[in-house]
């Protein structure tokens, strides 16, 4: 309505209020999070949920006062309430699906929040574009329909399962500031979620930026009339929602975080593309959706917002996964308050960065490229920092895009508490494909001569990869690789060991080492024995010479990791396991 209508609110510029008016909406969340964090934890989660949406519908009679009334003021301060609204939803909708869903059910459960948010932001959007626009009666339209839908929201709500408190003994602090820095000094104290954390406010950063960008974007640049601006959010809306499933797909029900850096390279990508298409020189002024679309560069630009917004979901579900599942049950939802109010803090500072860019008259397709460019840097910093993410993103991608990786008994690997994995060696990238496979972080026991030349041994450092010698090569490091082993094995950790000793020349399995009982012995845990099939000529393997020299002409073939019934420590031979590797082999 700004855009279009022209109007002044504020006496403030209509492209600069546009992003002021996102900014407005964002400002509940910097204020009030740490306070709504408390009370999700504090008090029963369906009950809150209940006064939330009741209050939503009173917000939405004040909406209908504004539109019918054209009153762009009271309309601005609907906006900040309905920030203020979402400030107090926004830590129970997350924190309550732990409590409801299980571990296997957590991404899915994202996933669909994820997409039914923009699902709902499209619909929202549709409606409203089109409801606006009837004759006189648009506004009186769009009013009755608002309210309606705040009902329906409010008696859906009612059929939300109880979720009890998590921490009755909270005391709420009203005065804002002080909870807030002391909530995120707590989260800073797990730096995996913190940065985490940081990587979802960098989305907001960027989705905020885009999304106050289109409406400019359409009008200034593109020449196009106000339905193009629908057509694009809808997509952009559909694009995250895509992804956003897509994740659960991708990643086996389990959290990937490998899919995290994916999303991060297409946001890029496709950002960059915008800025790459430039200003097009259409030939006609106010273009209708289907003139735009029959312009190769219209299809081309569509393209780019709906792939940006699927690698957009790439990248936002398994970080909201990653925070849910390793913060704490008592202070989850104040975890996830912290993660708004930060998130808060990034779109506020995305609208004030718009506001002085176009302040100083910087061209849209420019401002592509630096939301492209500043994409690329924070993402390098945030996998510098916790280089999981990448390592993750590698084996994924080895497993599921050069290779296709079917798993057979996954469930057989316990989700809690330490255990010993045993595989068949039959190439060189066998640890990936396994760590692909097992969810949980798995410390590998491998040769050092794997470890030659600066890009393998800082991948396999950052993997916490235990080198091995043999007792001849190196006696001292033979003892540390098992003190190490045993070490993590008692803090509870996966490790996983070939007994082999080395990578197979024909295919066979060669007999097992002794090592496995060594290890046994200082830590007697349950041991999986595990079976890697369809490597065996594989680019990585030794068939037909040495491994990395032949061509690779198995891409994405089919691969599969059989995981065998768990063997108790004091059944666990070596001749034993090598005999149920071999029975899976066949």
């Known amino acids: 309505m700004i855009t279009f209508k022209s109007a002044t ?21 910097f204020l009030f999070s740490a306070t709504s964090g408390q009370i999700a934890d504090k008090f029963e989660k369906s009950r809150i949920i209940h006064i939330i949406k009741l209050a939503e519908v009173g917000i939405m009679c004040l909406a209908a006062i504004g539109f019918v009334t054209q009153h762009f003021e009271l309309l601005m ?5 309905m920030g203020l609204h979402s400030t107090f939803f926004g830590p129970i909708k997350y924190g309550i699906l732990p409590q409801h869903l299980t571990e296997e059910q957590l991404v899915g459960g994202n996933a669909l929040i994820e997409a039914g948010t923009f699902l709902a932001i499209l619909l929202g959007t549709i409606a409203g574009g089109s409801l606006i626009t009837i004759d006189s009666h648009g506004p009186a339209i769009v009013s009755f329909a608002l309210i309606v839908v705040a009902l329906f929201g409010f008696i859906a709500s009612l059929r939300i399962p109880k979720a009890p408190a998590v921490d009755k003994d909270i005391v709420i602090n009203i005065n804002p500031l002080k909870p807030t820095v002391e909530i995120i000094k707590f989260t800073q104290k797990n730096r995996s979620v913190f940065l ?61 975080l490998g ?14 593309d915008l800025f790459l298409i430039g200003s097009p020189d259409f030939y006609l002024d ?13 299809v081309r630009i569509l393209f780019d917002l709906l792939a940006l917004a699927v690698f957009s979901g790439f990248f936002i579900v398994p970080l909201y996964t990653f925070i849910q599942e390793k913060s704490a049950i008592t202070h989850r939802s104040r975890v996830i308050a912290a993660n708004n109010i930060i998130n808060a803090f990034f779109m506020v500072t995305a609208s004030l960065l ?3 860019l176009f302040h100083y008259k910087v061209f849209i397709s420019q401002i592509f490229l630096i939301l492209a ?29 050069m290779y296709r990786l079917r798993v057979v008994g996954i469930e057989r ?46 991948l396999l450092k950052q993997a916490k990869v235990i080198l091995i010698a043999t007792k001849k090569e190196d006696p001292e490091m033979m003892r540390l690789a098992f003190e190490k082993a045993a070490k993590e094995l008692s803090e509870g950790e996966i490790v996983c060991i070939f007994p082999e000793g080395k990578i197979t020349y024909d295919g066979t399995l060669n007999p097992f080492r002794p090592g496995v009982e060594i290890l046994l012995r200082q830590t007697p845990v349950p041991v999986i024995p595990l079976a890697l099939k369809g490597m065996w000529g594989s680019f990585f393997s030794r068939k037909g010479g040495r491994a990395f020299s032949k061509r690779n002409n198995r891409f994405w073939s089919r691969i599969v990791l059989e995981v065998g019934e768990l063997v108790p420590p004091q059944n666990a031979s070596a001749s034993y396991l090598q005999e149920c590797v071999s029975k899976m082999l066949v």
Not at 9 to 29: E, K, R
Request: charged residues 10%.
């Open 259 to 272: 899919l995290v850096p994916l999303g991060s390279i297409g946001m890029s990508l496709f950002t960059f």
């Open 286 to 298: 106010s273009m209708t959706i289907s003139q735009f679309l029959s312009e190769i560069t219209g």
């Open 373 to 401: 460019v500043l994409n690329g840097a924070v993402a390098l910093y945030i996998y510098t920092l916790l280089p999981e993410f990448l390592i993750r993103f590698l084996i994924w991608t080895i497993a599921n895009l």
């Open 196 to 256: 985490s954390v940081l990587g979802v406010s960098w989305f907001w950063f960027f989705g905020a930026s885009i999304l106050s960008l289109l409406p400019p974007y359409c009008r200034d640049v593109l020449r196009t009339n106000s339905s193009v601006i629908t057509l694009f959010i809808a997509v952009f809306s559909v694009g995250i929602g895509i992804g956003s499933l897509l994740c659960e797909r991708l990643s086996h029900g389990g959290l990937e």
């Open 413 to 458: 690997v316990p989700k809690v508490g330490p255990a010993l994995l045993v595989c068949n060696h039959v190439s060189f990238i066998d640890w990936m494909i396994i760590g692909a496979a097992v969810k949980r972080p798995v410390r590998f026991i491998m040769d050092h001569n794997f470890a030659k030349g600066w890009v393998a041994k800082t």
């Open 354 to 356: 718009l506001m002085l």
């Open 9 to 29: 609110v504020f006496g403030i510029d209509p492209s600069q209020m546009v992003a002021a008016a996102s900014g407005l909406f964002i400002l509940p969340f």
């Open 77 to 81: 301060i609907v906006l900040f309430l």
